[in-house]
């Protein structure tokens, strides 16, 4: 499940999570507006203006603690200042000293009032069920004018950050959208792409990934990024390494990660292998392989990068990033998990691939498994041959150490070995237990 949400506090009341992101805090003269003020809920009154952001993620939502004084807990445990974590359907959620649970939002009849239309920028609220415990934010209230739209999307998204040739396609029901230089525009309707209008050229999809880094807000120089805006989730990939730049747009859902699958990676890692997982917020697939493995994991090792957020599985040493020694006395655990490291941790991890001591999960974060691939073989070392050789022989090095990509495709979990076409680009073509 992937929604709605609904946050309930101590009392019993409700609020429902119903555009994202979301922020939480306190409304104070002069400052931003929260799009839910929990304040008057914490005796100590530590709630500070802008305290956590709250986007949607697979199975719950992802909270982004905003490094106040007065601390973020998810299911008990502190975010470090700016950290992030996921908080799954039931857990629980501290606020300062605001305690609140995320729940499954049920079915309400919708209200008779017309509802309120307020700017993109302070977000949307309906919640008429919300009498008591946590009030309307004041960015609902009456002495706001409502902002009206000015012509309704007929898909009801936010289709905020969402590249021109992206929205006719989303606005007529597409669930993702696929954007590639020289082909047709791609959109995907019951799992099936099919492909639409002209081939790209050069200059179309340069726009398009000038769009998504603008909505990213990341700089011109960036090859890759990824992230969600509105309902969305955006992503690109330019060269060196990849012959042409590809933008994927993809409508915000969640699939969990079946038995099938788990029983692939499970072997895989059994044997001392590594698989490469690749998926928008890996987090919750990762605890679903932890899980797995626990009953067969001696010295479980979790390694994590800066700003992967509190993640590690009960009963597995957590390591993070930074630490002194912390990549070292990760590699000596039998298994390893780690997600997102840094470029340098990156190069340093899969120069040690296969590990003797035990099988290894890499989880990157980012939109599907040849995207996630691109970014290991650009941590490793640059080679001196010419450039399309080099590139190749880097592809080679990550395919030996990576042969098998798990990645969540067209609604569904898959594991596919990794290997390298003539050309030089990656093949993924192994499905679920062909060849596991």
Known sequence: ?????????????????ERYPILLGRATPGGAVPDVDVSHLDPQEGVDNRHCELFLDEGGVEVHDLGGVSGTWVDGRRLAPGGRAVLPIGGTLRVAGVQLTLVQATARVAPTAPPLSMSPTLGEWRDPGASRGVPLPPSASSAIPPIPIETPRVSGLDLTGAPRLARPLLESGADAVRLVEGFPVE??????????????????????????????????????????????????????????????????????????VLAGVEKVVSAGGAVLLAARRPQLAMRAIADTLQGSA????????????????????????????????????????????????????????????????LGIDTASAEAALEMCARALPEASEEHYIARVMRRQEVARQLPWALSCESGRWLMRGVAIKASGGWSLEAEPGEAI
């Not at 499940?1 to 009341?13: E, I, K, Q």
């Open 1 to 17: 499940m992937n929604g709605p949400f609904s946050l309930r506090a101590t009392d019993g009341a409700t609020v429902t999570l």
């Open 187 to 260: 959109g995907r309707r019951n799992r099936v792409f099919s492909s639409q209008q002209d081939p790209l050229r050069l200059g179309e999809i340069e726009d398009a990934v000038r769009t998504v880094r603008r909505a990213l807000d990341l700089s011109d120089d960036h090859c890759t990024g990824w992230g969600y805006v509105g309902d969305l989730q955006l992503d690109f990939i330019t060269p060196p390494l990849v012959e042409r730049p590809v933008v994927g747009v993809v409508v915000s859902r969640g699939v969990e990660i079946g038995q099938e």
């Open 298 to 361: 001696t010295r479980p090792r979790a390694f994590r990068g800066r700003g992967a957020g509190g993640w590690t599985p009960s009963a597995w040493a957590d390591l993070v990033a930074g630490a002194e020694g912390a990549l070292e006395v990760a590699l000596k655990g039998d298994p390893l998990l780690v997600i997102d490291p840094g470029s340098a941790d990156l190069a340093t991890l899969l120069g040690a691939l296969p590990r003797a001591d035990g099988g290894t999960v």
